[in-house]
């Protein structure tokens, strides 16, 4: 099970483009009339995490929601953090180890 979190439009693309081979989920903080949405609750039960969040609140909502439950995590959310210059690798390093997780990127 996979849940995209973050519901905007690059989490709603990453999350039709999964659903078509993967059993997945969206989520965001705010209840959304989509389909396959679930709560962050619902979302932090799954085995497979993608990130789709905003880089400036990232660190706050991770501090605020993120349950570590040795889930795999794709971030796919780009930017640096303004107030302390990290990339999001860094900032995830404060929450999980890096073993488990990867970024994507691109140009």
Same mark, same amino acid.
């Not at 962050?40 to 609140?57: D, N, R, T």
């Not at 991770?62 to 796919?76: D, H, S, T």
């Not at 900032?91 to 073993?99: A, H, M, Q, S």
């Given at each position: 099970? #996979?849940?995209?979190?973050?519901?905007?439009?690059w989490g709603s693309a990453l999350h039709l483009a999964l659903? +078509? %081979?993967?059993n997945c989920f969206i989520s965001s903080l705010h209840q959304?009339? *989509?389909?396959?949405?679930?709560? #962050?609750? +619902?979302?932090?039960?799954? +085995?497979? /995490?993608?990130?789709? *969040?905003?880089?400036?609140?990232?660190?706050?909502?991770?501090?605020?929601?993120? #349950? %570590?439950?040795?889930?795999?995590? /794709?971030?796919?959310?780009?930017?640096?953090?303004?107030?302390?210059?990290?990339?999001?690798?860094?900032?995830? *390093?404060?929450?999980?180890?890096?073993?488990?997780?990867?970024? *994507?990127?691109?140009?």
């Amino acid at each position: 099970r #996979i849940a995209v979190i973050g519901a905007g439009k690059w989490g709603s693309a990453l999350h039709l483009a999964l659903k +078509e %081979n993967h059993n997945c989920f969206i989520s965001s903080l705010h209840q959304r009339d *989509l389909e396959d949405f679930v709560s #962050i609750k +619902e979302a932090l039960e799954c +085995e497979y /995490l993608v990130f789709a *969040l905003s880089s400036q609140g990232m660190r706050a909502w991770l501090k605020e929601n993120f #349950i %570590n439950k040795g889930q795999k995590i /794709l971030i796919a959310s780009k930017g640096i953090e303004d107030q302390s210059c990290q990339f999001l690798d860094e900032i995830f *390093l404060d929450f999980v180890p890096k073993e488990n997780f990867c970024v *994507l990127s691109g140009p």
